[in-house]
């Protein structure tokens, strides 16, 4: 007899069908070199290059490929090929910095949206009662607050308010407790709208006739069941925090000591009537390359992981 094949899990044939699409693996790609160049900048080197002025009396200087050496040869200049600022450092080396930057605020929002929305929302639908009733309160409160005005407040806060505040979470800490504090609402609503599905389905019924306690139920067929929800809204919101921060460098409440995506844009938004355009387009360039990356990667995994848009109930 021939063996039975074994059924194939939701996440391997979601990720066959994102192999398939060629627009897909480009975004996958473009998303793990900006992951990549992001860790390369950690490097003590990094820093050094970015703390250089390449030219003390020579400010904004445009873009180019070669640099005239002092024996008058031109040679290769990878730190002039988005020119200079007006300190006269490199756009190039700022730009690559900024990724460290996004990289950070991304990925460490990211796990604490994930971990709050994902754990009151599955407390909220599964047990139910008062329980869910203060957690239904929580997060109406939270998100009939501007969400913007509720970040740029908490921002304000951290940084600003109390000196010592200030000095223990400036900077990236400040963007990423603001947005991890107010982000996970949208997160938690659909968890707990799925966990309500699923907590009198017949397979959590028989988990509990046989014994089950509430953590292993939780672990190993609730969790396992929202998974691809958690993805989904994950990789959709990592977009949102990228551009938020571009939003508090300019009001003063982001990374202000080193470059960032947002600080450049706020650097250089004075100086385009001079015709000083390459530091904003550098940034704003490397912000709709990962932007557009990350949206694209969001609808196919969408469109991948969810069973009802995949016709499967």
């Avoid at 109406?140 to 005005?149: A, F, G, K, N």
């Avoid at 699923?198 to 089950?212: C, E, M, P, S, Y």
């Amino acid at each position: 007899m021939e063996r039975a094949e074994r059924p194939r899990s939701l996440h391997r044939d979601a990720w066959d069908r994102l192999r398939k699409s060629p627009t897909t693996i480009l975004c996958l790609a473009v998303a793990i070199i900006y992951v990549l160049v992001g860790l390369s900048t950690f490097s003590p080197k990094f820093d050094e290059k970015i703390e250089k002025s390449l030219s003390a009396d020579k400010t904004y200087a445009p873009p180019a490929l070669w640099e005239v050496a002092p024996d008058g040869h031109k040679q290769l200049s990878p730190a002039r090929w988005f020119g200079l600022d007006f300190q006269g450092h490199s756009v190039f080396w700022g730009t690559l910095y900024g990724t460290r930057v996004a990289l950070l605020i991304t990925v460490i929002t990211t796990i604490m949206v994930t971990v709050i929305g994902t754990t009151l929302g599955i407390v909220s639908g599964y047990f139910g009662g008062w329980v869910d009733d203060v957690i239904v309160w929580l997060f109406s409160t939270i998100s009939s607050i501007p969400w913007l005005l509720l970040v740029i407040a908490i921002a304000y806060v951290v940084q600003d308010a109390n000196p010592s505040l200030k000095q223990f979470f400036g900077g990236v800490a400040t963007v990423i407790i603001a947005l991890g504090l107010t982000d996970w609402v949208s997160l938690c609503r659909l968890i707990r709208g799925e966990v309500l599905k699923l907590r009198d389905r017949d397979f959590i019924v028989a988990a509990r006739a046989i014994g089950l306690g509430h953590g292993r139920i939780i672990f190993r067929h609730i969790l396992p069941n929202t998974v691809h929800i958690i993805i989904i809204t994950a990789s959709l919101g990592a977009v949102g925090y990228m551009q938020v921060e571009v939003i508090l460098a300019f009001l003063g409440l982001g990374v202000t000591n080193k470059p960032s995506w947002g600080r450049m844009i706020d650097d250089a938004r004075l100086e385009l009537l001079r015709g000083h355009w390459w530091e904003l387009a550098a940034a704003t360039g490397a912000i709709f390359i990962i932007c557009w990356a990350l949206n694209v990667l969001g609808d196919s995994l969408r469109d991948a992981l969810d069973p009802r848009l995949r016709g499967v109930q």
